[in-house]
């Protein structure tokens, strides 16, 4: 399973967010178009023209939900989201698929930010961890030996139903309203 998304709380009007919450950072020219659920699938298929797209929408338990589909450093931006305006929101990753497998949870609310993580780097796996430890952590002393152990999908999937988010679910990451599409196109082409 190969799977990151970002997930926001508490937010009662998409429009309002993603135009006045949802920041844009670095050089480029940045664009948006609000798309019907069925056309989310023929917009992904279109990378060789765009840098950057993502897609902020709400799902059934109101979530809403951010996922990009070509840019590495796309934490940052909702990092940044989260941070400047004091909004709680989960960051994930799950990967188990690749040459270097990892797993990752980044917990944001107010200003906090709390992170977690075991990754295979190279030939051996890193635990890390930043920020106070939080209530959906039960108390987790990660003293197990081995980064593996410390934590691993289990965990991940545990913290996040404490959060109320069931990795489980199938229809998780299914769009309930239109979409943001979101884009930055490179300086040499136009859109």
């Not at 989201?81 to 990752?104: C, M, Q, T, W």
Request: aromatic share 18%; charged share 30%.
């Amino acid at each position: 399973m190969h799977s990151e998304f970002s997930v926001f709380f508490n937010i009662p009007d998409l429009n309002n967010f993603f135009k006045e919450h949802f920041f844009y950072s670095g050089n480029g020219k940045y664009s948006y178009k609000i798309i019907k659920r069925e056309e989310m699938k023929g917009l992904t298929e279109k990378k060789n023209t765009l840098y950057y797209e993502g897609y902020t929408y709400k799902q059934k338990n109101s979530f809403v939900i951010y996922q990009n589909t070509d840019f590495d450093g796309w934490i940052n931006k909702v990092r940044l989201s989260a941070l400047n305006n004091r909004l709680k929101a989960v960051h994930i990753f799950i990967d188990n698929e690749s040459l270097y497998p990892g797993y990752r949870l980044d917990y944001y609310e107010n200003s906090f930010e709390r992170v977690i993580y075991s990754i295979k780097d190279g030939t051996k796996w890193i635990f890390f961890e930043k920020g106070l430890q939080q209530p959906f952590e039960m108390n987790d002393r990660y003293e197990e030996k081995g980064a593996t152990k410390k934590f691993n999908y289990s965990k991940l999937k545990l913290f996040c139903k404490n959060l109320g988010i069931d990795l489980d679910d199938l229809e998780l990451l299914a769009p309930t309203s239109d979409i943001y599409y979101d884009y930055r196109v490179n300086s040499d082409t136009s859109r």
